[in-house]
């Protein structure tokens, strides 16, 4: 079955990256010279789905302006024959069909998921958290739906992280199939250190099935207080086969200082026009450090 919705959660309050969050969404934060949710867009586009779900809250407008069409912009920008600027700008707004829910009280990302369902309906659907930016030829996103062609299961994005590290992240214990792919045999949201093995950490790219809604509304507070996803994925994963699966590619935590830096260097190293002038620059910044 084809996955044709992308649920991105944006209500966040986005308190890791205060004061810089204070009156702007984290997700309109610019690495290089767009924002970082035109990226986790861009790559839903370059996968193939046709619709995107943003799950809102107070204050997150700058985001659903971002993707609309400015008239004024628009008008502006073609009188003064800046037609390159003009194209893209349209190209932005053309980018996808998307539609906002409010989640209307801070419950928690499974809380924020679970808002969608009527969007949704019943097929399966794929999830990205706007702070997870991927970087590689193949999108993480697309590495995936190609892999739920070949399992048609819920599938997690995995990648390893180091043993110190794991009380950060949704952490998933299972067996190796084949390759990068592990079936799930157990979840759990933020473990406390010493209380798993496994070093294979939950990236923010999901494709569920919709089963999951129904397990959400179920779910009570975990982790924090708060309705975690990864409580109602292991419910999900005693009922269905779920796997879990090592993408491809590097990750950025861009809701994270550091890596929202790391991530401007990468992406800057990337840029058609702006790389060879950086890469000149951060030698030469090297060399003086
Ligand atoms: C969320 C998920 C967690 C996952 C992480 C990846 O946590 O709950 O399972 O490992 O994203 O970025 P958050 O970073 O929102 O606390």
């Not at 649920?7 to 205060?18: D, Q």
């Not at 609309?68 to 502006?76: A, G, H, Q, R, V």
């Not at 893209?88 to 980018?95: A, D, G, P, V």
């Not at 990750?251 to 550091?258: E, I």
Request: net charge negative; charged share 25%; glycine share 8%.
């Amino acid at each position: 079955m084809k996955i044709r919705k992308a649920v991105i959660p944006v209500a966040g309050l986005g308190t890791r990256f205060l004061p810089a969050s204070k009156a702007i969404p984290k997700e309109m934060l610019t690495i290089v010279d767009r924002p970082t949710i035109q990226y986790i867009v861009e790559e839903v586009v370059a996968s193939g789905i046709e619709e995107i779900i943003f799950i809102t809250s107070e204050g997150k407008s700058a985001i659903e302006n971002h993707f609309d069409y400015d008239f004024e912009l628009d008008t502006i920008l073609e009188k003064k024959q800046k037609s390159k600027l003009c194209e893209e700008m349209r190209h932005i707004s053309n980018l996808i069909d998307i539609v906002s829910i409010r989640q209307k009280k801070p419950l928690g990302l499974g809380h924020a998921i679970w808002t969608a369902r009527n969007v949704v309906g019943n097929e399966p659907f794929m999830v990205l958290l706007g702070d997870d930016l991927v970087l590689n030829d193949k999108p993480c996103s697309l590495q995936m739906l190609e892999l739920f062609e070949k399992y048609g299961e819920s599938i997690i994005a995995v990648q390893k992280v180091p043993k110190d590290q794991t009380f950060q992240y949704g952490i998933v214990e299972g067996e190796s199939i084949e390759g990068r792919v592990y079936r799930v045999d157990r979840m759990m949201e933020k473990p406390a250190p010493g209380t798993t093995d496994s070093d294979l950490a939950i990236i923010g790219r999901y494709i569920l099935q919709p089963d999951i809604f129904d397990l959400l509304g179920r779910t009570t507070p975990g982790h924090g207080g708060e309705i975690q996803l990864t409580d109602a994925l292991l419910a999900l994963s005693k009922k269905r086969t779920m796997y879990a699966y090592e993408f491809e590619g590097t990750r950025f935590d861009a809701g994270d200082k550091l890596g929202y830096l790391k991530a401007i260097v990468a992406f800057a190293l990337r840029h058609p026009v702006l790389a060879d002038d950086f890469r000149d620059y951060i030698k030469q910044v090297c060399l003086e450090c």
